[in-house]
């Protein structure tokens, strides 16, 4: 028997982006669209309808904002994790999850004035015990600024602090300021003209952050592909690099979101929580996404520009999107992508694309147990 939906259909056929499910009149329009938008396995992506959302902020509004859709935002609220938007099977799996996804403030560091804290790892320039498997490590970094120039606004490093995955401090100190300070900005950075009297000089202060990040590596295998030297995530970093006049290769640069809040501890920990969080995800993986050269060494080529127009018409709306690929290297594939290549890695090729519902595999994401 014929489903009634059949018979009462709009006679004509709509062009449904698989990704973002946008319609379109015209199929020429769903391709003008996939070209433009270059959806991928890597955008954030409702748990519940599996829509493609821009950013992630933006399938919050979906799932959860004020006009979320109905359908969504009851399973979120029945079985989804409401920070990381997260759906799960069952509650267990959802109590399970939430134990680890809310993780307990970090305790600031405070304003008490203190001597420079070192970890042992950067007396040799390079971290004691060796990342698992040729995996690249990160160090979050912050630095609070203080004001100088006649008004005041020039910001100035007065202090920075540098933490590892595991949230340990590698390197703390209040730093001289290369210019006289005319505002400490106390009210925000907690600092008075006594944290910066017979502190470390700039120079210095680099010059040890160089050592840690540098991990032993020489500088022209940093520039090439970064080898053993660490990864480098903030919440404003090319600020940040500015005041230290440091420089670091792009490559090995990751970014975050500003926040608000001003304990250079705190504020490393919530930048190096969340890249965390975001390689962490496990989004199914294309053909050469690992092989791919690092994305500073070519130029992305968009995929639809090597497909004639004839060809594009004749591919379903899933088709085109299989053949679309992002056009920036997600945060996942610094988690998977280690140098060595990894047993996952082909049976997620074998199973790509129905691997993505395979929810709820804790277990394979190292990243999820960050907390310790
Ligand atoms: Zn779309
Ligand atoms: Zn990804
Ligand atoms: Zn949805
Ligand atoms: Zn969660």
């Known amino acids: 028997m014929e489903p009634e939906s059949e018979l009462t259909k709009a006679p004509t056929t709509r062009h449904k982006c698989s990704a973002c499910f946008k319609q379109y009149k015209l199929k020429e329009h769903l391709i003008a669209h996939m070209k433009k938008s270059l959806h991928s396995p890597h955008q954030p992506k409702c748990g519940v309808c599996e829509k493609h959302c821009k950013s992630f902020e933006s399938l919050r509004e979906h799932i959860c904002g004020p006009l979320a859709k109905a359908d969504c935002s009851k399973i979120l609220k029945e079985r989804g994790c409401g920070l990381c938007l997260e759906i799960f099977d069952s509650p267990n799996l959802l109590n399970e999850h939430k134990e680890i996804c809310c ?193 500073h060494t070519k130029s992305f080529a968009n995929p639809f520009d090597s497909w004639q127009p004839k060809e594009l018409e004749k591919m379903t709306p899933d088709e085109l999107f299989k053949i679309s690929k992002s056009n920036y290297r997600c945060w996942c594939l610094d988690l998977r992508c280690s140098p060595e290549p990894q047993l996952e890695l082909s049976e997620m090729e074998q199973t790509w694309p129905s691997w993505p519902a395979a929810r709820g595999r804790a277990e394979n994401r190292a990243t999820w147990g960050w907390s310790s």
Request: hydrophobic share 30%; glycine share 8%.
């Open 103 to 295: 993780l307990p403030a970090p305790v600031p560091l405070g304003t008490i004035r203190t001597a420079p804290i070192q970890s042992e790892t950067d007396v040799l320039g390079r971290s004691s015990q060796s990342p698992d498997r040729g995996r690249i490590e990160a160090v979050a970094i912050d630095c609070e600024m203080v004001g100088g120039g006649t008004d005041g606004t020039l910001d100035i490093c007065a202090r920075v602090c540098l933490i590892d995955e595991e949230e340990k401090i590698l390197f703390h100190t209040y730093v001289e300021p290369i210019i006289p300070v005319t505002d400490y900005r106390t009210g925000v950075t907690g600092m008075t003209e006594d944290h910066l009297k017979d502190v470390m000089p700039l120079k210095e202060v680099r010059d040890k952050i160089m050592n840690i990040l540098q991990n032993g590596e020489s500088i022209s295998r940093l520039r090439l592909d970064g080898g053993k030297a660490k990864r480098l995530v903030g919440h404003s970093l090319d600020n940040d690099l500015n005041c230290l006049r440091m420089n670091y290769p792009d490559h090995m640069l990751r970014y975050e979101i500003q926040t608000g809040v001003h304990d250079p501890y705190e504020d490393s920990v919530s930048a190096m929580r969340l890249y965390k969080r975001m390689q962490g995800q496990d989004h199914p993986l294309g053909k050469s996404e690992c092989s791919d050269p690092p994305y």
